[in-house]
């Protein structure tokens, strides 16, 4: 285990982030000042316009850097403050990060506003490096992703637009690594029409107060919306469609999710309505592993399911991929890539295996961290090669808390069906006005200010609520 002490509540969460960062499987505890904790010590202390970052290893050695930190802004200290931490902990581990000191789940952000700001590639990479200590590839990664973004974005309406998300709360069964606001369609089955009832309330509502403004994006997710029956589905479609005005909308995508809860029938009905992009997850192409962490499908259902939605007409289909799961090494992910390559998707998300808190797999992580792979940056290399050589680039990229390898979700697209709404909720440029349980709406200002409204997550709560949720909305758009 290993201590952290501050004397200031500063920047903790950066300090615990860059230290699971070098010891993942370390479990970190906040030590109070004078406890006498007896271990590896990281310890902050700020005086008198200084830092100083020690830290005391297992083998009692004492690591110490003293920063002089007056006259810097928050942000600067932040960042001197993390490479003198980040060089102590390298120097113990004989490690280095593919992200260096950044921490943050939006690297491309930096890259996003320097290019904005008129500044050169060899600019924005020499920052990185040097203030972020981040490797060439990702640094490079970063800039190119950041690069295709905005022309990607370049006719998303930020002052008169908006985009919708619509949520499904419900699964076949839980993942083991999930921690998502999602409930088991079997124990839920009774409530979902009166789910649906309230949902389709709140959307009616967001349609009239938007009324006028442009609707650019519209994703469901959840969640598995096609838990729904084709019924329930067609409902919430034509309520959709009923409300809104798509004559500016760019993309709609429904997140179909679990192969097993696909149906031609389904299919038909989000095609009927204009659902323009579509997302099949097999999550792995190895059967051993999907029975693992509870995914109810077989390999044969996922091509089967791919295959059905290429016959109804779908010509954006994307495929959800997680690397770094339990027993999986790089020959599997391999077989993977070569499994979906065989397919020819229109894009693929790999996400590198986050360790959630709310998740089975962190409440059992004594049963499972035995068989967890460790996820090396060269089969992340692996997997974009394969992506590239499928004709699929990188577009948008996020970071999460406790990632194996502390590595990076990518999704890859054809040129012209990369995932726009994937885009916009990562750089936060556009209001995003989200309906269902558990969401989060976001209000982005000229300015920059962005103000969030949250529904409840209990489903009961929800329906029980939604004049409380309509509320809350009401009050986040009101001019």
């Known amino acids: 285990m290993i201590g952290i002490e501050l004397n200031e509540e500063n920047f903790e969460y950066d300090i615990y982030s860059l230290v699971k ?42 690591l110490t850097e003293t920063i002089e930190i007056k006259g810097m802004d928050r942000k600067e200290v932040k960042s001197t403050l993390k490479r003198a931490l980040y060089s102590i902990l390298s120097g113990l581990t004989k490690k280095t990060l593919p992200w260096g000191t950044l921490t943050g789940i939006r690297p491309t952000k930096i890259p996003f506003s320097m290019l904005l700001e008129g500044k050169t590639e060899e600019e924005i990479a020499s920052y990185m490096q040097e203030t972020y200590l981040a490797g060439k590839e990702k640094t490079a990664l970063s800039i190119e992703i950041a690069k295709r973004e905005q022309e990607i974005l370049r006719n998303i309406d930020y002052k008169e637009g908006y985009s919708l998300y619509i949520g499904i709360p419900f699964c076949p069964t839980r993942c083991l690594y999930c921690s998502f606001t999602s409930y088991p369609l079997k124990v839920w089955e009774k409530r979902v029409d009166s789910y649906v009832d309230a949902l389709c309330k709140e959307i009616g509502f967001v349609a009239d107060r938007l009324k006028g403004r442009k609707l650019n994006t519209l994703y469901i997710g959840g969640g598995t919306p096609t838990t729904l029956t084709a019924g329930q589905m067609e409902r919430l479609l034509f309520v959709i469609r009923d409300n809104f005005d798509f004559s500016f909308n760019q993309e709609f995508t429904v997140e179909a999710g679990r192969p097993d809860s696909i149906t031609e029938e389904k299919l038909l009905a989000l095609k009927k309505y204009g659902v323009s992009r579509i997302s099949i997850n097999p999550q792995t192409m190895k059967q051993e592993t999907l029975d693992l962490i509870g995914r109810k499908h077989t390999v044969g259902q996922a091509k089967e399911a791919f295959y059905l939605a290429r016959k109804c007409g779908f010509d954006n289909i994307n495929m959800d991929l997680i690397s770094g799961l339990p027993e999986e090494n790089h020959k599997d992910m391999e077989h993977t890539m070569q499994e979906i390559a065989a397919l020819k998707p229109d894009s693929v998300t790999v996400h590198a295996l986050a360790i959630k808190r709310a998740s089975r797999l962190n409440e059992l992580w004594e049963e499972y961290k035995g068989s967890m792979g460790v996820l090396q940056e060269e089969t992340a290399q692996m997997m974009e090669q394969y992506a590239r050589e499928m004709g699929l680039l990188p577009y948008y990229l996020y970071r999460q808390k406790n990632m194996a390898g502390n590595l990076e979700n990518v999704g890859y697209a054809a040129p012209g069906k990369a995932g726009i709404y994937n885009i916009l909720i990562m750089e936060e440029k556009q209001t995003i006005v989200a309906c269902g349980a558990g969401s989060i709406s976001k209000r982005v200002y000229p300015d920059g200010r962005i103000e969030r409204c949250e529904n409840v997550k209990d489903v009961t709560s929800f329906i029980e609520r939604i004049d409380e949720m309509i509320e809350r909305k009401r009050k986040l758009l009101e001019d």
Request: charged content about 30%; aromatic content about 12%; hydrophobic content about 40%.
């Open 21 to 62: 960062a070098f010891y993942p499987e370390e479990e970190i505890t906040r030590v109070t000042e004078g406890e006498g904790w007896e271990g590896f010590l990281v310890k902050v202390n700020y005086q008198l316009g200084l830092v100083m970052v020690e830290v005391t290893s297992d083998s009692k050695a004492r």
